[in-house]
């Protein structure tokens, strides 16, 4: 079975976290995509000290849609260096089964 992996980034709203995970499990390379509002984020950022409320995507997909993912993160993402890491999953089989069924590259008859 192929890796399933856990994809996360941080947006600044909900309405482009939501644009970014429609737009992620109907081009099927995520699963699906837990949003997770209001978070509150801490970090330096060109020498100072920042703070935001942000919105947290847990994307779930395999490491064969891993670069499609990171791409349209880069793309779509308003911040001039999104945040995109990746962790490898162990879990439920049916479940992670399904996430690569999900994610699956249709192949050409």
């Not at 890796?3 to 644009?19: C, G, H, I, K, Y």
């Not at 791409?71 to 890491?85: C, G, N, T």
Request: glycine share 2%; aromatic share 6%; charged share 15%.
């Amino acid at each position: 079975m192929e890796q399933v992996l856990l994809v996360m980034t941080n947006l600044p709203d909900v309405e482009s976290a939501q644009a970014l995970a429609h737009s992620l499990v109907q081009n099927k390379i995520a699963a699906c995509v837990n949003l997770l509002p209001g978070v509150q984020s801490v970090y330096r950022w060109q020498g100072k000290v920042e703070q935001a409320h942000e919105v947290t995507l847990i994307i779930k997909t395999t490491q064969a849609r891993y670069h499609q993912v990171e791409q349209a993160i880069i793309v779509a993402h308003p911040y001039d260096l999104p945040e995109v890491i990746a962790m490898p999953l162990t879990g439920h089989a049916a479940y992670l089964h399904w996430v690569s069924q999900e994610t699956a590259q249709e192949k050409n008859a």
